[in-house]
């Protein structure tokens, strides 16, 4: 039976228990099913079946050269498989997701398939614009190409969730060149590889929106990357790195419902007003499809009469859920580095971990990226920079607001103003949260949020707010300023507080308790609540970087510490709290490729 048009049941543990072709003949068999056929089984690729392919696309295949992609909403391209691959590491979580077990993820099978090898299983990418803080870039872009898209990234298809109603799309980053590659190589290296594995699984088990990721795949591939000497230590920020190295590549395998982009928008829009006379359909298209993949409730009440109104219900959402992930990102201490419109999921959640960071200590104008002088991103104005994605969303689908008459389109420029409030509600809630306080009220933000930056600069971000969470009534109520702010010792990089930060401290520890006298759930209840907000590890780059230099030489132990670690950021894990529970190890304090980076990948 050709496997691509059959229907196949399996067990929990992956035993076939029938096949069915399409001429309705059934078979059943106790053969072991493999992993591309369990896989197929679950396959249903919307964004084919709905939308449509470049129309070059057969002509150019195996589309692995740079050129123009002028009209389509995808190519198809043969990916370009990882030479002697090795399974480095998987998560366990979606491995389940997907209906396999860990045996088979150990496969030679398993490991074919996501070390780009995926015959049997179409692989796309998809074009997009470029907005970098509202400011629109051109293309052909100035990297040598003729327009932005998926460069090194594959999606190999949509596939049901064996143990609810989710759909992961699975996209291969590193599996060789497309027409968007420009004058790239279309490979990751293992360095970003581990680096977006491990933080992308982390950020889910922190309960920040994010993409996942399956696997990560090794190789005897290498690459020259340009990055920092391995010893370099500098004050300043060196831009660009200039030292050649050799990285061996990889491919990550990430997941995610979707992976639809403001860019996507903005290029479709961009058609449009250029005149192209197919561009008005292919630019609703897409939006019907993105409606149905990351906004169902919407799209269930989508009829020929109101596209107009239903992608003004999208911009709302969408507008929700980036102050949502904004005010998570800061919740957390993270800094996406990067939030250009071809970054920014319509659903909401972090992707492409790129130049990110974790900020260790505070600077609210902190940021890992070399690139961002302006420090557009940096951390405390990545609120304002997905408002400018909001506005950049907005502007890309005034064409078809403008279908809805006047009326639709003053309601949709008025969106870019009501995210203001819908950020500063989920701000309220996630200063709460951080704060283990039952209410807020708009003078707290003044008396009490504030005041708190007079002395954090420098303190150890995490280290703060999860120590915080060990104060009890009876220890604010401690009359000695010495040992009242000692808890907090742990987050400065020294044993005391100087005079000037020590009486900072007790004057807003004395505000924080008379507020929290005023809470009506008791001490347990408010020191729980803090420390599910605040967590105790978070991917410190130091971290991050001995997990990638130990996995260069196949030595995966740290890991695999790394990665069963991030399972729980909340809890205690006593047996690791002074390894990983501290401030930046002397060795890594300023340091290239660690404090501050290029995105060389």
Not at 80 to 89: A, G, I, R
Not at 117 to 144: N, R
């Amino acid at each position: 039976i050709n496997v691509a048009v059959l229907t196949c049941v399996v067990d929990g543990k992956g035993k076939m228990l029938r096949i069915r072709s399409l001429s309705g003949h059934v078979h059943r068999q106790p053969t072991m099913v493999s992993t591309l056929d369990k896989l197929k089984c679950r396959l249903d690729n919307s964004l084919m079946r709905d939308l449509d392919c470049d129309p070059e696309q057969d002509a150019k295949f195996p589309n692995r050269e740079t050129r123009p992609v002028r009209s389509g909403h995808f190519v198809k391209f043969k990916t370009t498989p990882l030479n002697k691959p090795f399974l480095v590491s998987y998560s366990k979580d979606m491995v389940k997701e997907l209906g396999l077990d860990d045996e088979e993820v150990k496969s030679e099978e398993f490991v074919k398939v996501f070390s780009a090898d995926t015959h049997g299983l179409e692989t796309w990418a998809t074009p997009y614009a470029v907005s970098v803080f509202g400011s629109p870039i051109p293309s052909p872009c100035q990297f040598g190409g003729y327009a932005y898209g998926d460069g090194r990234a594959g999606s190999i298809g949509e596939f049901g969730s064996a143990v609810g109603n989710n759909k992961w799309e699975l996209q291969l980053k590193g599996c060789g060149p497309s027409p968007f590659s420009r004058s790239f190589d279309g490979r990751a290296v293992l360095r970003s590889s581990v680096r977006e594995f491990l933080v992308s699984e982390a950020m889910h088990h922190l309960g920040v929106p994010t993409t996942r990721a399956l696997c990560i795949v090794g190789s005897e591939d290498f690459v020259d990357r340009a990055w920092y000497k391995r010893n370099t230590f500098s004050g300043k920020r060196d831009y660009p790195p200039n030292h050649m190295i050799r990285e061996r590549c990889a491919i990550t395998t990430r997941a995610a419902p979707s992976f639809l982009r403001v860019g996507q928008v903005e290029l479709f829009s961009r058609r449009m007003s250029a005149g192209d006379q197919n561009s008005g359909p292919a630019f609703e298209a897409f939006l019907k499809h993105a409606l149905k993949r990351e906004f169902p409730s919407i799209y269930k009440d989508l009829n020929e009469d109101n596209l107009p109104e239903c992608i003004l219900k999208m911009l709302h959402e969408f507008a929700k859920s980036h102050a949502q992930l904004s005010c998570d990102w800061i919740r957390v201490g993270y800094v996406q580095g990067n939030m250009n419109s071809d970054n920014c999921l319509l659903s909401g959640r972090t992707m492409d971990y790129g130049p990110f960071g974790f900020m260790e200590s505070y600077d609210p104008l902190w940021t890992p990226f070399t690139s961002d002088p302006d420090k557009k991103f940096s951390f405390e104005r990545q609120p304002l920079a997905a408002n400018v994605n909001v506005a950049t969303l907005v502007e890309a689908v005034m064409p078809i607001l403008e279908q809805g008459g006047k009326e639709t389109v003053a309601s949709g420029a008025e969106v870019v103003r009501k995210y203001g409030n819908y950020l500063l509600e989920k701000r309220n809630l996630m200063r709460r949260s951080k704060l283990g306080l039952s209410y807020w009220e708009e003078e707290m933000d003044t008396d009490l949020w504030e005041p708190i930056y007079s002395f954090l600069t420098g303190l150890d971000y995490t280290i703060f707010w999860r120590q915080l969470g060990t104060y009890t009534r009876e220890m604010l109520a401690e009359t000695d300023e010495e040992k009242l702010v000692a808890p907090l010792v742990p987050a400065l990089d020294g044993d005391r507080f100087c005079p000037k930060r020590r009486a900072l401290l007790v004057e807003w520890l004395r505000k924080w308790d008379s507020y929290i006298s005023k809470c009506q759930h008791t001490e347990e209840d408010r020191r729980k609540k803090m420390n599910n907000s605040n967590p105790k590890y978070i991917p410190r780059e130091w971290m991050l970087v001995q997990a990638y230099e130990a996995a260069e030489n196949r030595d995966y132990t740290a890991l695999e510490t790394l990665k069963e670690l991030f399972l729980t950021p909340y809890e205690e894990h006593m047996d690791v709290h002074d390894k990983f529970y501290r401030t930046t190890p002397l060795e890594y304090q300023r340091k290239a490729g660690v404090s501050f980076f290029s995105c060389s990948s």
